[in-house]
């Protein structure tokens, strides 16, 4: 099954209408395990990020309907909610709760008991999800997304494609967790490569027009939009805000360039989805988030739009497009 490619009816038929289902009619049909799958984003955008779950599921036995089912919350990027619904999903007492899209936080704060498996900040350590990597301690496992981490290489591929002399800017959320760390890194690599880092904030949805307004009167030779919620869970107006600015943009997910974005290098998430509905599956057969050691990412994607570039006139060095493992013409 390609992941990217999965289309919506694809994907219902896959849920055979699970999403739907009330947990009392689940219960109806056998005294199933229940996995509480909370995710901090829009559920329309994240279809084939889903249905990778799920095939993890399936690698450990697991499929939906037949001998587990599933209660799907999605928070719509609002922080507060995604804090009730992690309330509310362990008040159904799930036998795991699973956390992505930037609602790892929320579900520890909900509980200290629940197994929970989730896609995770840069250091969990620090973030006091775990005690260590490779014995997390407590009751939370799962995924490093290493976001903070690669920002720099974000950096230094958009380096490739700007003017030596042009200063570049960057796009942050204040509000995000991982928000000193993503600005260490920037610095850290701007510095290396003699360049200028030019930071804005943006947190809030009026805000945005006004963070790109501000890096163009900068005259920044490039942008890059670093990856964390609130940007992910409101592709199109970043998407829209970047073709106004007219040079060079770097997202975090392929997701970004496949929408139309210039380009972006990140993590693999069908990946990460994947490997989490792998250890859900090891939870719900008896093993203990404590004894699981927290995972990392080994898959990467450097995607290129060309349809994007010709469009803004842009030419892409043949040092990036020498690295993508995806170029959409």
């Given at each position: 099954?390609?992941f990217?490619?999965?289309?919506?009816?694809?994907?219902?038929?896959l849920?055979g209408?699970?999403?739907?289902?009330?947990?009392v009619?689940r219960?109806?049909?056998?005294?199933?395990?229940?996995?509480?799958?909370?995710?901090g984003?829009?559920?329309?955008?994240f279809?084939?990020?889903?249905?990778?779950?799920q095939v993890g599921?399936?690698?450990?036995?697991?499929?939906?309907?037949?001998?587990v089912?599933?209660?799907?919350?999605w928070?719509?990027g609002?922080?507060?909610?995604?804090r009730?619904?992690?309330?509310?999903?362990i008040?159904?007492r799930?036998?795991?709760?699973v956390?992505m899209?930037?609602?790892?936080l929320a579900?520890k704060?909900?509980?200290?008991?629940?197994?929970?498996?989730?896609?995770?900040?840069?250091?969990?350590v620090?973030?006091?999800l775990?005690?260590?990597?490779?014995?997390?301690?407590?009751?939370v496992t799962?995924?490093?997304?290493?976001?903070a981490?690669l920002?720099?290489?974000?950096l230094?591929m958009?380096?490739e494609?700007?003017p030596k002399?042009?200063?570049?800017?960057?796009?942050?959320?204040p509000?995000?967790?991982?928000l000193a760390?993503?600005?260490q890194?920037v610095?850290r690599?701007?510095r290396?490569?003699?360049?200028?880092?030019?930071i804005?904030?943006?947190?809030a949805?009026?805000?945005?027009?006004a963070?790109?307004?501000?890096l163009?009167?900068?005259?920044?030779?490039?942008?890059?939009v670093?990856?964390?919620?609130?940007?992910?869970?409101r592709?199109?107006?970043p998407l829209?805000?970047s073709?106004?600015?007219?040079?060079?943009?770097?997202?975090?997910?392929?997701?970004?360039?496949a929408a139309?974005?210039l380009?972006s290098?990140?993590?693999?998430?069908?990946?990460?989805?994947?490997?989490v509905?792998v250890?859900?599956?090891?939870?719900l057969?008896?093993?203990?988030?404590?004894?699981?050691p927290?995972?990392?990412?080994?898959?990467?994607?450097?995607a290129?739009?060309?349809?994007?570039?010709?469009?803004?006139?842009?030419e892409?060095?043949?040092?990036?497009?020498?690295?993508?493992?995806?170029?959409i013409?």
């Open positions: 099954m390609h990217d490619r999965l289309k919506r009816r694809e994907f219902i038929t849920l209408g699970a999403v739907a289902w009330p947990l009619a219960a109806q049909q056998g005294a199933l395990p229940v996995i509480g799958f909370l995710n984003q829009s559920a329309p955008g279809v084939h990020l889903t249905a990778a779950f599921l399936g690698e450990g036995g697991f499929t939906e309907g037949r001998n089912a599933i209660e799907y919350r928070a719509n609002d922080g507060q909610r995604m009730t619904l992690a309330e509310e999903l008040g159904l799930v036998a795991v709760l956390a899209g930037g609602a790892h579900a704060d909900a509980t200290a008991s629940v197994p929970i498996v989730c896609g995770m900040g840069n250091d969990p620090k973030l006091g775990a005690e260590s990597i490779k014995r997390p301690g407590g009751n799962g995924m490093c997304v290493v976001t981490d920002e720099a290489k974000r230094e958009l380096h494609a700007v002399d042009a200063e570049i800017g960057v796009l942050v959320d509000n995000y967790i991982d760390d993503q600005i890194e610095e690599s701007a290396a490569l003699g360049r200028v880092a030019r804005v904030h943006a947190g949805d009026n805000e945005l027009d963070a790109f307004t501000k163009s009167e900068l005259r920044v030779g490039g942008i890059v670093t990856g964390n919620p609130f940007f992910n869970n592709r199109d107006r829209a805000l073709a106004r600015f007219g040079g060079p943009v770097i997202y975090e997910s392929r997701e970004f360039t139309g974005g380009m290098y990140g993590t693999n998430l069908p990946d990460v989805y994947r490997q509905g250890y859900t599956g090891r939870v057969k008896g093993e203990k988030p404590a004894d699981l927290i995972l990392f990412p080994t898959r990467f994607d450097v290129i739009n060309l349809k994007t570039a010709k469009a803004l006139g842009l892409v060095p043949t040092s990036i497009l020498l690295r993508a493992n995806e170029v013409e």
